[in-house]
């Protein structure tokens, strides 16, 4: 079981950027960037596995795909979400979990607000 602690969320104009931070206590092979948009479910933004020997494998949500970067540093127990070329609809709470995620183990997240 991970605990989150998630950063680095705040109000961004459309097209600008941002990286999330998320300093995990415990560790998982597979951790996800999540996201909750008002009235909306949660969903996967964006996965990172550790296969063997720091390789990983990534895996993004089609609205996600070539504008969102994930990443970890195992050394730090930190995954990083790199948003680019943020649009409106982007806003929403980001979370980060387990992948799949733990239900004991959703931090408060960070907000991300995408308006001009």
């Known amino acids: 079981q991970v605990q989150p602690a998630e950063s680095g969320g705040g109000l961004v104009q459309p097209g600008g950027s941002l990286t999330l931070s998320c300093v995990v206590s415990?560790?998982?092979?597979?951790m996800g960037w999540y996201r909750q948009a008002p009235g909306k479910q949660r969903e996967l933004v964006a996965g990172?596995?550790?296969?063997?020997?720091?390789?990983?494998?990534?895996n993004y949500a089609d609205f996600a795909q070539g504008r969102f970067t994930i990443s970890r540093d195992d050394a730090k127990n930190t995954v990083h979400l790199q948003m680019n070329s943020l649009k409106p609809e982007d806003t929403a709470v980001y979370y980060c979990?387990?992948?799949?995620?733990?239900?004991?183990?959703w931090g408060q997240g960070t907000q991300v607000t995408v308006s001009s």
């Open positions: 415990g560790s998982a092979r597979s």
């Open positions: 979990n387990s992948m799949p995620p733990n239900k004991e183990s």
């Open positions: 990172i596995i550790d296969i063997i020997r720091s390789r990983v494998q990534t």
